[in-house]
Structures are given as C-alpha cells and as structure tokens.
C-alpha cells in the first residue's frame, strides 16, 4: 500500500542551525501539508501546498519556514533558524485530488532543538 | 469559525466494557469528519470519516463513530475495549471553506486508557 515517507525520523540541532524535514508524499496525490504536534499535544497545521505553491499557512510558519517541492517528488520543509520552541513532531500528510479522502500521514519527524 | 471540540483530556475504562470518545464541531456548509489514533511515539494513523450517508460508520480495529447532526457530534466508539486501545485519540474536520486548501481542523484529543 503506498504511504507516506518522511526522514529523518529524529534530528537533533543546536538552536540557530537550519535544518530541512523531508518527504516523499504518495505519488499521485495532489494537495500536501505540514503539521507539526508539541509534545504529544494539539496537531497544529503549518502549511497546505497545491499546484506548485502554498495554498495557506499559519501564524506558526513565519519567515523562518520554508517549503519546496523541487522535483516533483520531495516535499520538504525548511526551518532556516530554530528556536528551541521549534522542537515537536513534524508530520508530512498529502491527499489525492478526491475532496473525501483522508489525508495520509507520514511517520513524523521528531525535531529537537538544544 | 470552523472547531472541533474533544471536552475530555483523558477516557478510562476497563479492558471488555464500551467505550466512547466524545467530538463535537462547528463548521459552515457539510462536515467531512475524520477519526485519527496515535499510539505512544508512532504516527497518526486513520481511523474513520464520515463523508455522507449512513450516520454510524465503521472504521479500522473495531471503531465506529455516529454522526449526529442536530447535535453536531461525532463520537467514537467500540463495543469492547482492549488494552492495545490505549492510544491518543483525535477528531478533525476538514476546511471546506478554503478554496485549493481542504487542511484539517483538530481537536485537542484525548486519551484513552484502557485497565486490564
């Protein structure tokens, strides 16, 4: 069954660094997203990607964050200097054009800044 | 606005008995209602979602929620706990509003224990 791939599944960096979360979104789907959950907490969305460009974010993806799709497959996300408030689980999803399909997820990837 | 509403921070109950998580929401227009799990360092795995149609859906591992729209509700439920049920539970509503958008509202979840 296709899924969602993200890596890596843990990063650690030192506050200040850029760090880039990837993944690899199922193939044939068409709108992808990034949310991120602190601490086993609220699931909060970051951004949604459509047609090559950011359909929304939120108050949370500052100029800080980044996202690029470059070469059709990836998706990543880029963090250019993390806060210590940035450590969390940062979930890739992506869904097919379908409006009532659910969005599938990724692993997550467990950033933590020090 | 649209929200999603989970009023209980933790559900417990014993291994055998019924259980229900609770979910109600607030959206404009037809709610696309989802049922996520996420078990302790895992990912967030898909349970059910109503769409359309029948209000009790059933889901992965034995689930089933009943959409209720007068009391715009969406609990979860099971008939018989297991203790591999314990797990985070989260109830998201899709955005209907945003046109190229269709992200996720979630609530804030609840966890649910279940004793042997």
């Known amino acids: 069954e296709p899924e969602v791939t993200q890596t890596p599944s843990h990063q650690v960096t030192q506050m200040g660094q850029e760090v880039i979360l990837r993944c690899v979104p199922i193939s044939n789907h068409l709108y992808f997203y990034w949310y991120r959950q602190i601490l086993g907490q609220k699931v909060e969305f970051l951004v949604s990607?459509?047609?090559?460009?950011?359909?929304?974010k939120s108050e949370i993806f500052d100029d800080q964050f980044s996202v690029e799709r470059p070469d059709g497959s990836n998706f990543t996300l880029k963090i250019r200097s993390t806060k210590l408030e940035d450590s969390a689980m940062y979930f890739c999803?992506?869904?097919?054009?379908?409006?009532?399909?659910?969005?599938?997820f990724g692993q997550g990837t467990r950033l933590t800044v020090v | 606005a649209q929200s999603v509403a989970q009023p209980e921070d933790q559900v417990n109950v014993a291994e055998g008995n019924p259980l229900t998580v609770k979910c109600t929401y607030s959206v404009s227009g037809n709610p696309y209602l989802f049922w996520y799990v996420q078990y302790p360092n895992r990912g967030l795995q898909f349970l059910l979602k109503?769409?359309?149609?029948d209000n009790l859906v059933k889901g992965s591992y034995g689930f089933e929620a009943e959409f209720n729209k007068s009391q715009t509700s969406f609990h979860l439920k099971k008939p018989s706990a297991l203790v591999s049920d314990s797990a985070l539970y989260f109830c998201a509503v899709r955005d209907t509003n945003a046109g190229n958008n269709r992200k996720l509202i979630w609530g804030l979840g609840t966890s649910l224990g279940v004793n042997p």
């Open positions: 999803a992506s869904i097919p054009d379908r409006i009532n399909t659910e969005a599938f």
């Open positions: 109503y769409i359309t149609g």
């Open positions: 990607f459509y047609n090559n460009e950011i359909s929304e």
